[in-house]
């Protein structure tokens, strides 16, 4: 059982664009959900988290938006660069982030110049 | 670097072999996790550590699968007997209790290639 599903599984933006990935989760208990950035041959590096208490959260050209009643939580990319083409990953948890994270499948992202 | 490091980066082994990895968490962080990513898929969460208890066991890490953290700080991880389906990227993550949100920073991971 997919617990977090993750759509697109690629997708392909022109530089200075909006890059939107989401995802869904099942289980209630997850009550944090952070956003991961992977390179090639690299480890996950942390983008950006948020907690279900705000519905969205800023930090630079990275968005989070959040649905509490819908289970859903996206990932908005504004003024998308070349350097931002990596796979990004959506995860969740439960205990504010203490447990293990649960992954979702990547999104493959390429900025085209 | 202060990050998390995860030793060896590369591993061949062959099938039925044993294989150790090592994880040095950032310095001030309680708590440890192993994951496990194959190719074109997100990490998957094998267990987790706070100081020295291990806390939380997967059910991807099957007998042949053993973690330790002795005193709290480094790691290792053990698999043995691999298998074909063992080859993938093992990654090592941290965090502090402490902190809001409790960010897990991970290592560049051991990628592990059974022949």
């Known amino acids: 059982q997919q617990q977090v599903k993750q759509s697109p599984q690629s997708l392909i933006v022109q530089k200075g664009g909006i890059s939107i990935i989401n995802c869904a989760y099942e289980?209630?208990?997850?009550?944090?959900f952070p956003w991961y950035q992977q390179f090639p041959g690299k480890g996950p590096a942390l983008l950006i988290a948020i907690r279900p208490d705000v519905s969205e959260k800023k930090e630079g050209r990275f968005t989070i938006s959040f649905n509490k009643s819908a289970k859903q939580f996206s990932l908005h990319i504004m003024d998308s660069q070349p350097g931002d083409s990596a796979t990004y990953f959506c995860a969740a948890s439960r205990r504010g982030g203490a447990d293990g994270l649960t992954f979702g499948k990547g999104t493959h992202l390429i900025i085209q110049p | 670097d202060t990050g998390v490091s995860q030793d060896p980066r590369h591993k061949i082994t062959k099938r039925g072999q044993n294989v150790t990895f090592r994880c040095d968490p950032i310095s001030e962080h309680n708590r440890l996790y192993w994951y496990r990513q194959t190719l074109g898929q997100g990490p998957e969460f094998l267990t987790y550590?706070?100081?020295?208890?291990?806390?939380?066991k997967s059910r991807l890490l099957s007998d042949r699968f053993s973690a330790e953290r002795p005193k709290g700080s480094f790691s290792t991880l053990e698999i043995q007997r691999t298998e074909q389906g063992d080859s993938a990227m093992y990654l090592c993550a941290s965090s502090y209790e402490g902190w809001v949100g409790q960010p897990q920073h991970f290592g560049d991971g051991t990628r592990l290639s059974i022949l």
């Open positions: 289980n209630t208990a997850f009550d944090y």
């Open positions: 550590f706070q100081n020295e208890a291990q806390l939380e």
